[in-house]
């Protein structure tokens, strides 16, 4: 199915019809617009502050893993020279052997479990994110009246290939949704 938009801000759709040979023309007016996702993603203060609380974190993972790892690597070199100077009984070399392979295991399943509750945040904040543009463009809409509001992204090939400029609400979009979001910051503020 493919969505034409004219300049006097109609729709058409066109739909292959049953028999696959020709396309039938289905004339729909309505009122449109768009949010240049690009544009939210810069300025929508609530999904900037997520992203930089994300980057952090993956951040001290990485840290934590590395400290572990540097660690795991120590104890290592230290038996390579107890190897070296023949101060190793065999005993101790296959226990080393033994701790370092389950240091090595254990590290793998704590990277794993951090890299899957890392994931699952970020699920739950888009879902979240998605909810909280939902109602508001919910809200906006109610003075607005559009009939379809699309996202536009400039930096990934989309299903919009151009849009005019001036059906861009991105910046209305964003600064209600800052307003939105300020406003459950000062709420949570007030119920401590």
Do not use: C, W
């Amino acid at each position: 199915m493919f969505v034409l938009i004219n300049k006097q801000n109609k729709v058409s759709m066109s739909a292959p019809s049953s028999a696959g040979a020709s396309n039938v023309n289905i004339p729909i007016s309505g009122k449109i617009a768009y949010v240049d996702i690009d544009s939210l993603e810069a300025n929508y203060v609530f999904l900037k502050s997520k992203k930089d609380d994300f980057k952090k974190k993956q951040t001290q993972i990485e840290n934590e893993l590395q400290g572990d790892y540097q660690k795991m690597q120590g104890d290592y070199n230290e038996v390579q020279k107890k190897i070296q100077a023949k101060t190793i009984t065999q005993p101790e070399y296959e226990a080393a052997q033994k701790r370092f392979s389950q240091m090595e295991q254990s590290l793998q399943t704590r990277k794993q479990t951090l890299s899957d509750q890392l994931i699952k945040e970020q699920e739950e904040f888009n879902k979240e994110l998605k909810e909280r543009i939902d109602n508001y463009l919910n809200e906006y809409n109610k003075e607005k009246h559009y009939d379809f509001i699309f996202s536009f992204a400039s930096s990934v090939s989309g299903t919009i290939l151009y849009a005019n400029h001036g059906l861009n609400i991105t910046n209305e979009v964003v600064t209600g949704l800052n307003e939105l979001a300020k406003k459950a910051g000062d709420d949570k503020k007030k119920n401590k």
